[in-house]
């Protein structure tokens, strides 16, 4: 499947919920991921919108991926959707979600208007994934405190005859990973 994140973060590569997307990225590598960068480029693709239509033309599925910082979308996203909507692309044949973080704090109002976007579109929409802005950052931390504590397991160190190393615990790294 070919999969479309429109980051519409203004934030651009540093946004924690592209990471979110990165990651999904890497849990299903048989899909191939495609990214546009909305929030950061939204001045050029008001100039020239050919390269986001040929991207969504090529998408089976469209993911809005956005932060949530009062109440709604970035306004580069919003306008993305204005543009996207002026240019009477055919959406058939596609479906649309949406990956937001936030703190959960009216991100409902945000949600709903992609969702309505999308109807406006006659593009179905699925539900999508809204994380925690700390969500991507917690997981880090547990897996750095859990290599750690593999690393100091003194059953784990006897079972592996006293010496212990990164790579002698490389399978343990993936169950984690």
């Known amino acids: 499947m070919n999969i479309l994140v ?12 592209l990471h ?3 990651f999904l990225e890497k849990k299903f590598p048989g899909h191939r991921f495609s990214y546009l960068v909305a929030g950061q480029k939204i001045k050029a693709l008001e100039k ?3 390269p986001a239509l040929e991207a969504v033309r090529e998408a089976d599925l469209v993911v809005f991926c956005y932060p949530v910082y009062t109440f709604l979308v970035p306004s580069q ?12 692309i055919d959406l058939s044949g596609k479906a649309a979600t949406q990956v937001t973080t936030s703190k959960h704090f009216y991100d409902v109002t945000a949600h709903r208007f992609i969702e309505d976007n999308c ?5 179905p929409f699925l539900d999508g994934l809204s994380a925690d802005m700390d969500d991507i950052l917690y997981a ?7 290599m750690g504590a593999m690393m100091n397991n003194p059953k784990l ?4 005859g006293g010496k212990m190393s990164e790579g002698m615990i490389a399978p343990y790294k993936k169950i984690l990973e």
């Open 119 to 123: 109807a406006d579109m006659g593009l």
């Open 20 to 22: 979110t997307c990165l």
């Open 48 to 50: 020239d919108f050919s």
């Open 77 to 88: 996203l919003h306008r993305f959707l204005e543009l996207l909507k002026a240019s009477d």
């Open 6 to 17: 429109i980051n519409g973060s203004p934030k651009g590569k540093n946004s924690i919920t």
């Open 140 to 146: 880090f931390r547990i897996k750095d405190h859990s």
């Open 157 to 160: 160190k006897q079972k592996m």
